[in-house]
């Protein structure tokens, strides 16, 4: 269903009741989905009004085309501007229509002092969790489980099982990442959540199944997995392998000893610091170390600035080729001299 026109407008007093009512039906359908029919509303009339009337609540209707067609709670900080949102949901009726991105689009823009967005959905909510993953941005920080409960466990079917998700909006002049090292298999969650949040950005050519689960693992099994860390949190991570899917290109300078780099990514909220270029230094040192003599990596020829922190590496480009369904530019780096012995 095609909408146009959609706005937010401020709830008033005499709006609250039909807003009620529409939010706890949005939520009764995602669970009767997961959970067959309950006795009970889903989300209590006092959890909603508990978050309409909290002190730094701004609440709105969600209208398209000039119907009510969802709703929005927010809860702004104007201390700390670490703001989270409390409830956005939209009538079952106007879902895939891609009202919920818009929204979330002008709650961003409406709030541009926010330095991160907080949110939780319960486990289940799989429509949601694709959302804010995949679609807006935020990364899975905290699982709420029996053996790490939520301090404010919600009385719902499934409560006790929540996802806390947080989206960083403004950069700074961050702390260059500290750590570096090959990823072990507690990480997998965390690669997963960062290939999640580039998918769908700007000049990124990756899809919903690429790269998958079965890259991780195997990744992960070679021990072919490094990770860029800022204390606990995985910042950035590339893969490297000596089975160069590369060869087969005739246009190196150097065809021994050659190790290839492949999905390089950043989180979104640490971008734009020269942290790539501090991962691909990292790696580089790692692999010099092991007596690769060079690197070759593809980068998508659309994708400048991934170009750009290849060339300002030491990356030459040696020509392009068409792989994967996509065109690329194929660079090579030769590696210094190992020292060790």
């Known amino acids: 269903m095609a909408l146009k026109n959609i706005e937010l407008r401020r709830l008033q007093d005499d709006e609250r009741e039909a807003f009620i009512k529409m939010?706890?039906?949005?939520?009764?359908?995602?669970?009767?989905?997961?959970?067959?029919?309950?006795?009970?509303?889903?989300?209590?009339?006092?959890?909603?009004?508990?978050?309409?009337?909290?002190?730094?609540?701004?609440?709105?209707?969600?209208?398209?085309?000039?119907?009510?067609?969802?709703?929005?709670?927010?809860?702004?900080?104007?201390?700390?501007?670490?703001?989270?949102?409390?409830l956005l949901f939209v009538d079952p009726e106007y879902h895939s229509a891609g009202i919920g991105g818009a929204v979330w689009k002008m709650i961003e823009a409406k709030y541009p002092q926010t330095v991160v967005w907080e949110t939780h959905t319960p486990y289940f909510e799989t429509r949601n969790i694709h959302f804010y993953v995949n679609k807006c941005g935020f990364h899975i920080v905290e699982f709420f489980n029996p053996k790490h409960p939520d301090p404010h466990e919600a009385d719902t079917p499934g409560g006790e099982l929540f996802l806390r998700f947080e989206k960083e909006m403004k950069r700074g002049n961050r702390p260059s990442p500290s750590g570096f090292r090959p990823a072990v298999a507690k990480d997998r969650g965390a690669i997963q959540a960062l290939y999640a949040s580039v998918k769908g950005t700007a000049f990124c050519v990756w899809n919903d199944e690429y790269p998958g689960d079965d890259d991780i693992d195997m990744d992960l099994a070679n021990g072919n997995l490094l990770v860029l860390t800022n204390g606990a949190e995985i910042v950035g991570a590339l893969s490297v392998s000596d089975e160069n899917e590369l060869d087969m290109?005739?246009?190196?300078?150097?065809?021994?000893?050659?190790?290839?780099?492949?999905?390089?990514?950043?989180?979104?909220?640490?971008?734009?610091?020269?942290?790539?270029?501090l991962l691909l230094k990292r790696a580089e040192a790692w692999l010099t170390a092991k007596g690769f003599k060079a690197v070759h990596l593809l980068v998508e020829r659309r994708h400048l600035p991934a170009i750009k922190t290849y060339l300002n590496a030491g990356y030459e480009i040696m020509g392009r080729c068409s792989m994967y369904g996509h065109e690329y530019y194929a660079c090579e780096k030769i590696l210094p001299v190992s020292t060790e012995t």
């Open 249 to 277: 290109l005739t246009i190196w300078n150097v065809r021994d000893g050659v190790a290839e780099i492949a999905r390089v990514c950043i989180l979104p909220a640490w971008q734009g610091n020269g942290f790539a270029g």
């Open 23 to 86: 939010n706890q039906f949005a939520f009764r359908i995602a669970a009767v989905e997961e959970f067959g029919p309950q006795d009970e509303e889903i989300i209590q009339r006092e959890d909603i009004l508990e978050s309409l009337d909290a002190p730094n609540a701004e609440a709105f209707n969600i209208v398209a085309d000039g119907k009510v067609v969802g709703g929005v709670v927010v809860q702004i900080d104007h201390e700390t501007w670490h703001n989270s949102l409390d």
